[in-house]
């Protein structure tokens, strides 16, 4: 890992991406890197393009905000066609299987996996698309381990719900292996 990893998460307003990078970031302090977290919504919170960033580093993180970013998550097209120009030439792509990228797209490596499908059809909650994405990240970057991963998810996720957040953290790694 670099000194710092700069992560962006996008998607629509209501798909937990707030939730997902608060979690991204308590797993990387567990772990015992810094890390800050922000996010960012637009007016139209609920349907309209929102994002969450986070920093990660060994060293002091000396600018909150994500300039470029190193992973850049997108789950809806609305979000990518936003935010696609912040990736870095050779940074990692993760978008939902429904996304068109762009041709001219520069990017390392681009994953494109369902993971909104996942959340619905295989776990039957669209609510955990999300966690499925966080899982999909872990297995693809290994930026936090699994363990403070799962960690931070069950600490944050609604009482009741955590073998449901487990499951879709599992279908995620799938997803990448």
Do not use: H
């Not at 669209?126 to 970057?141: C, R």
């Not at 799962?150 to 997803?175: C, D, F, H, I, W």
């Amino acid at each position: 890992m670099a000194m710092q990893t700069e992560i962006r998460l996008t998607g629509s307003g209501g798909q937990g991406l707030i939730l997902a990078g608060i979690i991204l970031a308590e797993a990387a302090l567990l772990k015992g890197d810094n890390a800050i977290q922000s996010q960012s919504y637009g007016p139209e919170a609920r349907g309209g393009a929102s994002k969450a960033e986070v920093i990660i580093s060994k060293e002091d993180i000396d600018f909150p905000k994500v300039r470029e970013a190193d992973i850049m998550l997108s789950l809806t097209q609305v979000a990518l066609d936003k935010y696609v120009d912040t990736l870095k030439e050779d940074g990692i792509l993760v978008i939902d299987s429904s996304i068109e990228v762009p041709s001219d797209l520069k990017a390392k490596k681009i994953v494109s996996i369902p993971m909104l499908n996942t959340a619905s059809e295989v776990i039957g909650k669209s609510m955990v698309a999300n966690i499925v994405a966080l899982g999909a990240i872990q297995g693809l970057t290994d930026i936090v381990t699994k363990e403070y991963l799962e960690e931070a998810v069950l600490s944050r996720v609604p009482r009741g719900t955590e073998e449901l957040n487990k499951r879709a953290l599992q279908e995620g790694y799938n997803l990448v292996k």
